[in-house]
């Protein structure tokens, strides 16, 4: 019997917490929301109607669950001190920043948890995590030690799967884990080409990097990963992104290109040395051909990329084959981009369907469709040895959107984070949460 192989797609559920506080420098959605009001409830709603949709086109979903904020534990490093009210309290009054850091829901833009290496890549044939150590943005410099935990609760058995810790917490390793990271192959099952994307060198300050917006992940960080996951050189690719872009807004590489087996789909502006890479791409890839999708700047603007999301999908392999783009509703109500993504799917490449997906919520904190997953493709033995609970079913569907109802707030401005029932309120939810997903202790609250 020959084994199946699938990618499987594990979402991010928001967390109680989710609102706009603006935390982002060089992320322009993020700014240009900031002190809005969010809605939590909706937000939530939105990603699990999004897991729904994939589930119910035949793909396998996962659920990654949300981390415990606000981060107490965080504020009593930076030396606040009382019982956890009066750190909340003090914290929020003292330092509204590094207060509203802590709050963050980040933890819902699963793409940045970590970097999954497929076991078909790997040099032992076992499935790689690292959980990314985020340090370019203090509030999601909090998340890897928890994201490590939950990945292996979920990813438990040691014969299939490894963890790494995360890399060294610091600029010349900063790491955002697979929203730079691409992984092309003729089939799940086979040896893929892992592409890596960095915006700058840590130790080589005479190399490009961009001058206005910060460039999240090094080249060293990208390579560790490849060194830790026991990747070969014949079969991994180093790109830099082109800093020009980063300027603009593209704070990782997901903002402007996006790969699926044998797809790479990205704009013309997006990398450095692009001709080159590409062949390199080619070579490592083998002698069947990979289809380039190249968008040019006539086409769509790197602004009108960045607004929209246009590369921010999920590009994703149904079960009959063909392919299918999971785009956000803004590509749908930009003319250019609408009338690009309708033509795309008339060509001859193996993209034949659009389906638009309402994200809003997280989109105006610059996390689009393909922000909100974490890609883990896996054979049918270690699916089996995945968490069951962890996987998307119509009961767990519905018991998640009930759990939501029960524990979300409808509307949360950043002024309501300072309230202190909202520390109760997120850690009865996600207690009852580590339940119902069987997760067992993950959350600093329950160590
Ligand atoms: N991959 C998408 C990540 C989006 C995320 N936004 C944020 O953290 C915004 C949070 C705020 O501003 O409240 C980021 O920039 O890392």
Redesign the pocket.
């Known amino acids: 019997m020959s084994s199946r192989h699938v990618e499987v797609n594990f979402d991010g559920l928001v967390g109680p917490t989710h609102?706009?506080?603006?935390?982002?420098y060089g992320?322009v959605a993020?700014l240009s929301n900031a002190k809005a009001t969010s809605s939590p409830r909706s937000a939530a709603k939105q990603g699990l109607a999004k897991m729904k949709a994939l589930h119910d086109l035949g793909m396998v979903q996962g659920v990654l669950a949300p981390q415990e904020r606000p981060d107490t534990h965080a504020l009593r490093r930076l030396g606040f001190t009382g019982n956890d009210g009066e750190v909340l309290a003090k914290a929020a009054q003292q330092a509204p920043e590094i207060f509203q850091a802590v709050c963050?829901a980040?933890s819902m833009?699963t793409?940045?948890a970590a970097t999954v290496s497929p076991g078909a890549d790997t040099a032992n044939g076992k499935v790689h995590f690292t959980p990314a150590n985020l340090t370019n943005?203090f509030?999601?410099s909090l998340e890897p030690q928890t994201s490590g935990r939950i990945l292996q609760s979920m990813f438990a058995n040691p014969r299939y799967f490894e963890h790494h810790t995360h890399l060294p917490d610091n600029e010349h390793f900063g790491d955002e884990g697979a929203?730079n990271h691409t992984r092309l192959c003729s089939s799940y099952d086979k040896a893929g080409v892992e592409i890596f994307t960095f915006g700058r060198y840590a130790f080589d300050s005479s190399k490009p990097a961009p001058s206005r917006y910060p460039a999240r992940q090094t080249y060293e960080a990208s390579q560790a990963i490849a060194r830790l996951h026991g990747l070969s050189d014949e079969t991994t690719v180093y790109i830099q992104q082109n800093p020009a872009v980063i300027d603009q807004g593209v704070?990782?590489n997901d903002v402007i290109a996006v790969g699926n087996q044998n797809v790479l789909f990205y704009h013309e502006q997006a990398f450095l040395d692009t001709e080159k890479k590409l062949h390199e791409i080619q070579q490592k890839f083998g002698s069947e051909p990979v289809y380039f999708i190249e968008v040019k700047t006539s086409e769509v603007s790197v602004e009108d990329a960045v607004q929209t999301y246009l590369f921010n999908t999920q590009l994703i392999t149904l079960p009959s084959g063909k392919m299918a783009i999971i785009a956000p509703t803004e590509c749908q109500e930009n003319d250019s981009v609408a009338d690009y993504l309708a033509q795309l799917v008339t060509r001859d490449t193996p993209i034949q369907q659009v389906h638009y997906m309402d994200v809003k919520q997280s989109m105006r904190?610059?996390?689009g469709p393909a922000?909100l997953r974490l890609r883990v493709a896996l054979n049918d033995t270690e699916l089996a040895a995945v968490n069951p609970a962890v996987i998307l079913t119509d009961t767990l569907f519905n018991r998640l959107n009930q759990w939501v109802d029960k524990h979300y707030r409808d509307e949360l401005a950043v002024a309501d984070l300072a309230d202190p029932n909202l520390l109760d309120e997120s850690r009865t939810a996600l207690d009852e949460l580590t339940q119902i997903l069987k997760l067992g202790s993950v959350y600093p609250f329950q160590l």
Do not use: E
């Open positions: 609102n706009y506080a603006g935390l982002s992320n993020s963050s980040s833009w793409a940045n943005k509030h999601r929203a704070f990782h904190n610059g996390g922000c």
